[in-house]
């Protein structure tokens, strides 16, 4: 029978925590980096409330997809200015006005919402291109948001932002005004 000291004990035990502390590090990094989006370069956050997310054309998502919000408000076609999306989901009426921002050459930059109603978004998806941005607000305090600016679609190969082609809301009950 092996006796070992106290002493004998405590680097043994030191180096597995610090393997498993390793080993947890080390999946969480390939789980984030393997099995979230692919991104090139989603852009700058501007004026908008948390920065974007872009997923590229393989995984383009829906709202069912980030996280299985189940309300999706959507623009058929690229978004105009001044355009109001009517919904209704529970007994409750909602709309969401659009201001878009038009480059020099017409080309649909980037875009302001409003959602008026008991009703918030929960994220919202910015197709352009081939790829989409998506602006995720549950990391938020309030984990929704009434209303954002300057929301865009990723960058081109070009190096300026791709024409916004679909924006898509995800949409959830909004606690401040229910």
Known sequence: MRVTSRAATRPTRARWGARCVGLGLTTA????????????EAGPQLLAEVAPVEYTAE??????????????????DAPVDGEVLNFSSGGEDGTITL?????????????????????????????GSNNANVYDYRPTMAGQIEADETLHAPINPSGGFADLSHVAFCIVPDGDNT
Request: net charge negative.
């Open 59 to 76: 995984v383009n998502p829906d709202c069912v997809d980030i996280n299985g919000f189940t309300l999706e408000v959507d623009t058929d």
């Open 29 to 40: 990094l390939a789980v984030t980096f393997g099995a979230g989006p692919a991104s090139a």
């Open 99 to 127: 201001g878009v921002t038009e480059g020099d050459q017409g080309q649909l930059l980037s875009f302001d919402f409003g959602v008026d109603s008991a009703f918030a978004a929960g994220a919202v998806i910015v197709k």
